[in-house]
């Protein structure tokens, strides 16, 4: 299904709701019912998803978690992107970027093979690196830009010759392509001070917001200061749904997480 | 095995060479005889492996060529791995960094189960963001500072407040951390009329230069201009070496440029 521009604006405005769950399973932090099965990371996601597609707007899954346990992982990545039911909007966090000969292959694999929605992407190596994703027009790029990390005060807030922030600069750049309106941009919830001159410079655009929950990030502030006619962002959550009491969390404490969040969505739509 | 600094530097003195071979096992471009086996990537980089062992300092695995072929291409790569001989130098060229609990995962991987020597990792999200993979000490944290891609533009070659370039920012921040001593640098062969301020200002670093043969950097002009006493540089060769004449190229082509560039790595030393 091809879920451009026109397909999430409306599930937004359906669902009323930003709610974007992070898949996040940790090895180390799942309940141990589903760490002692034999397919650990997609039984255990299979359930939240289970217990939340008809309350949330998409799902973004963390490829890191997936990865570390080698082929066995991505067998499991694998179906469960399957699973997951068609209507929600699916996200895989890989955060790739590469020359354009390679960046094709990472391409291939997530926009083909795997078919995903949309793909995360270091924006360091420029615009030709990530043309190879671009060029998949039913897809959406997710181009990093002020990550919610401490770590952004290195590069990503350096101030330019023209006296814009790197990030910035990384904003203006690539919707100054032919592709802005496949392209998303993350923005971290933790960065209240810069939402409003961001949502200013792009008026137009989605944002992928991680960093509401454990972070810190508010999201009052971020709605209000991000939101435009489109709704226009996603806000992902995933340690505070996922783990909410810790090694202690049942399926049960999940699902109240996400009837939470879902909710609190819903009062400030 | 631990292959930090002296290690390489002893290496690269005893082979008297630089040479680095990317393995970019691109399942369109790889020889028919290999392409029809059941382990393809496999099967050809062991080939090319036991052809050049002897002659190269070190190994560059691209991931995105096995990443490409989902669970089947990370078991190859796994064997892959297992069978590079202990002496050689492996890096393993993924692109990767997150925020910190995600990057944690990715480095167990890649450092623990994969066991390769170096990783290649994205700068954008900051020092924090590569802790993960530093606090490896024993291993190589390999961060892209002026690739050899045109987008090296947009970005990388950026001045910032101070009248650096971002790519120098990069190179200062991380060298004025306490891992100075295991991180190399990514410069692009690409770039040769910055490759002494970049020697200048990092008169220790160790670099690992792409972009020499399919992309057009002069190998005499970079080790002239890069080289320190301890050798100070791995020059990664792949397409030239794995693909010298198309899709017609035998395992003799590939033995044949191997000793080209083995030859001409040490007629400059």
Not at 78 to 92: D, G, H, R, S, Y
């Amino acid at each position: 299904m091809n879920k451009k521009r026109e397909y999430l604006v409306e599930r937004i405005n359906t669902m009323k709701s930003f709610l974007c769950i992070g898949l996040d399973p940790d090895i180390d932090k799942i309940p141990a019912f589903y760490r002692n099965s034999s397919s650990p990371l997609l039984n255990f996601c299979a359930d939240v998803v289970h217990n939340s597609f008809d309350h949330v707007v998409a799902y973004k899954i963390n490829i890191a978690f997936f990865e570390s346990q080698g082929p066995e992982g991505w067998r499991q990545l694998e179906e469960l992107v399957k699973l997951i039911p068609n209507e929600c909007f699916v996200i895989a966090d890989a955060k790739r970027a590469d020359i354009g000969n390679t960046s094709s292959h990472y391409a291939k694999y997530y926009f083909e093979r795997l078919n995903v929605d949309a793909l995360t992407l270091h924006p360091y190596m420029g615009v030709d690196s990530l043309e190879p994703f671009l060029n998949y027009h039913n897809k959406w790029s997710v181009i990093l830009a002020l990550t919610s990390n401490k770590g952004s005060n290195d590069f990503e807030k350096l101030k330019i010759e023209n006296q814009q922030y790197l990030f910035e600069s990384v904003i203006q750049k690539f919707n100054s392509t032919e592709f802005a309106d496949q392209i998303m941009f993350v923005i971290g919830a933790t960065n209240p001070e810069y939402m409003q001159q961001i949502r200013t410079q792009a008026p137009n655009s989605f944002f992928l917001i991680p960093g509401i929950g454990e972070q810190g990030g508010e999201l009052e502030e971020t709605v209000r200061k991000l939101r435009n006619k489109d709704g226009g962002m996603l806000i992902n959550v995933s340690r505070k749904i996922l783990f909410p009491n810790g090694l202690e969390t049942t399926m049960d404490d999940i699902r109240t997480s996400i009837l939470d969040y879902a909710n609190q969505m819903k009062s400030l739509f």
